[in-house]
């Protein structure tokens, strides 16, 4: 197996399915538009931020591996975004909850993986989560009901071990979740590097913010379990959800190719455009459950950073795609090398 197997195959969870994808399993296909802003091409020339409308299809997710919809429980929620373009091809945005990510290289995330494996789920008593907060580790979380196996312990071990993975799995113990996934922002984590109008390349992160604002639920009353894509429909039926794309361009010395870093926050941001969403396609089996997104599928005008762990990415979507029997991912056209 090369490295982007052994990630695919490691990221699956015993209460998964090999015909869903390892992670982000549970999730729901919506549709609408983009319309870039009037700055937009100034800063990226790619076809999408042209001005001119252009549809997108766009999948959100659960992040958990398990096969069954725990809506209401806390995890980091996904938003992968393709744009369609005027000449027939495609672009992707492929976007978190999570600002930063667990590891800077394939192989440290493997490592990561490994020791994250689900584990029966224990309740710690008020004593063992005073002494987690006083080692500055996050306690762990009261399992929900339900929940048997958890990958919590392994993950707050290994931050524990590598600072690096520590913002990240601070922020995934206490993220909660959102009252709809249209009440979140998403971030697409790694930086990439847009050419404006002028010739001026620029390395930028991408997030995406949800014009009704960031809501999540209650956590000490979770609402029932797969509210989440009910939610969605009846909110589509009333009126579209809105998202605003904002773009952070960073400054020289910036971790350009670390995504577990955060930038500083006074970076110059640019409002790129806005989405909106208007339908829940009825055909869920090809929209949402056999689609393929791929982050590295680009097209002219934005490229890739040399982050390691976003160019792996390419390769572990292809063959997750593959393994599970999805549409292939339409690489060719349009993507980048
Ligand atoms: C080396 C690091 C990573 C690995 C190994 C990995 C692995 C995977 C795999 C195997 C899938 C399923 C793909 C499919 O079957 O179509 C997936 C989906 C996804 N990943 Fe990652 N991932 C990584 C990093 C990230 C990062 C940094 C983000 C955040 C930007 C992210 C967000 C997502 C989302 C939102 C999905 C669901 C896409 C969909 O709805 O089809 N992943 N990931």
């Not at 809506?71 to 492929?94: I, Q």
């Amino acid at each position: 197996m090369d490295i982007a197997e052994e990630l695919v195959d490691t990221l699956y969870r015993p209460d998964g399915s090999r015909a869903l994808r390892p992670v982000h399993s549970i999730g729901i296909a919506a549709t609408g538009h983009f319309t870039a802003s009037d700055v937009a091409h100034d800063y990226c020339t790619a076809a999408h931020f042209s001005g001119d409308e252009v549809p997108v299809n766009l999948r959100f997710s659960n992040g958990s591996g398990c096969a069954v919809a725990h809506d209401g429980w806390s995890d980091v929620r996904g938003m992968a975004t393709r744009f369609h373009l005027p000449d027939g091809s495609a672009t992707d945005l492929v976007a978190m909850t999570l600002p930063e990510f667990f590891a800077p290289t394939p192989e440290t995330f493997l490592e990561f993986a490994k020791e994250a494996q689900p584990v029966p789920v224990v309740r710690q008593t008020p004593w063992q989560k005073f002494k987690s907060m006083l080692a500055l580790t996050p306690p762990l979380p009261n399992p929900y009901p339900g929940e048997t196996i958890s990958p919590d312990p392994g993950a707050i071990r290994f931050a524990d071990k590598h600072k690096y993975a520590q913002l990240a799995v601070w922020q995934a113990a206490n993220i909660g979740a959102p009252q709809s996934y249209a009440r979140a922002s998403y971030h697409a984590v790694h930086t990439f590097v847009v050419t404006g109008a002028d010739g001026t390349k620029r390395w930028v992160r991408f997030t995406w913010q949800p014009v009704a604002g960031v809501l999540n639920t209650n956590p000490l009353a979770p609402p029932v379990d797969r509210y989440l894509q009910k939610e969605l429909r009846e909110r589509l039926d009333h009126a579209p959800a809105r998202f605003s794309l904002m773009m952070v361009i960073g400054e020289v010395g910036d971790p350009f190719n670390d995504s577990t870093k955060p930038w500083p926050p006074h970076r110059r941001r640019i409002s790129m455009g806005e989405l909106t969403l208007t339908h829940v396609p009825d055909n869920q089996e090809a929209e949402s459950e056999k689609m393929s997104f791929n982050p590295c599928l680009l097209t002219d005008g934005i490229a890739l950073s040399d982050d390691p762990v976003l160019r792996i990415r390419k390769e572990v979507y292809e063959t997750s795609s593959k393994w599970r029997g999805a549409t292939p991912c339409p690489f060719g056209k349009g993507a980048a090398s």
